[in-house]
């Protein structure tokens, strides 16, 4: 595609369920990143992929977040168990190399 | 750890008037430098890049400028345009490092 797609776009869980959100990346990008964005504040960094190396988990908040990507392109975000303080938009970018990071639209996680 | 942040949250502008967006960074080692536009309910938008070895560096009415002695960036958009109104972040990256660091973000708004 011509950017950046994420799905779902809206996405409500009932705490303690398990969610999982899609990222779709430009085409021959070999850098993936997920951030995680709240209500009025900067998108903070998640995760890193470079192909389908995950180089850098460090800003996952705990175990129950998980990242992949297999085939070094389409990438899921996986959270486990939800609470309430994951409610906030989630993003996935993509670059050719660690450079010009372009946004897909953002998945808005509602746990209630 | 790094940190990016704003001198201005909020700024407000006329039609037609240049507007001037600033972030200062605290990590000396960043080198590479990135302004995004977000819209409502959109992912974050490429507008600019610049690296370290660079002051300035201009693009279609936006021109970005690099202090490094102080550690100041700012964007300047030329006749500011009611599309224009969203939020700006700047984002930071160093080369030893996979990380994008957003700051917090400016929110202009032109009024017409």
């Known amino acids: 595609g011509a950017g950046v797609s994420q799905s779902p776009r809206y996405k409500v869980a009932k705490r303690g369920q398990d969610v999982a959100l899609r990222c779709d990346p430009i085409s021959g990008h070999v850098s993936l990143f997920w951030y995680q964005q709240a209500l009025g504040q900067g998108p903070e960094f998640l995760t890193y992929?470079?192909?389908?190396?995950?180089?850098?988990k460090s800003g996952l908040p705990s175990d129950r977040f998980f990242a992949e990507r297999p085939e070094g392109s389409v990438s899921t975000l996986k959270i486990q168990r939800t609470q309430q303080e994951d409610s906030a938009v989630y993003l996935c970018?993509?670059?050719?190399?660690?450079?010009?990071?372009?946004f897909g639209s953002g998945t808005q996680l509602s746990v209630l | 750890g790094e940190s990016v942040g704003l001198h201005l949250p909020t700024l407000s502008v006329q039609e037609g008037d240049n507007s001037i967006i600033n972030c200062a960074y605290s990590n000396s080692a960043s080198d590479y430098f990135i302004w995004y536009k977000q819209e409502s309910g959109k992912g974050p938008q490429f507008i600019i890049d610049i690296r370290s070895n660079m002051d300035k560096r201009q693009g279609q009415r936006v021109t970005v400028l690099l202090n490094k002695t102080v550690k100041h960036l700012s964007l300047q958009i030329a006749a500011t345009q009611p599309g224009d109104s969203a939020v700006y972040f700047c984002a930071e990256n160093s080369n030893t490092g996979n990380q994008f660091y957003f700051g917090t973000g400016t929110s202009l708004t032109v009024i017409p």
């Open positions: 970018a993509s670059s050719l190399l660690l450079e010009k990071l372009f």
């Open positions: 992929f470079q192909n389908e190396a995950q180089l850098d």
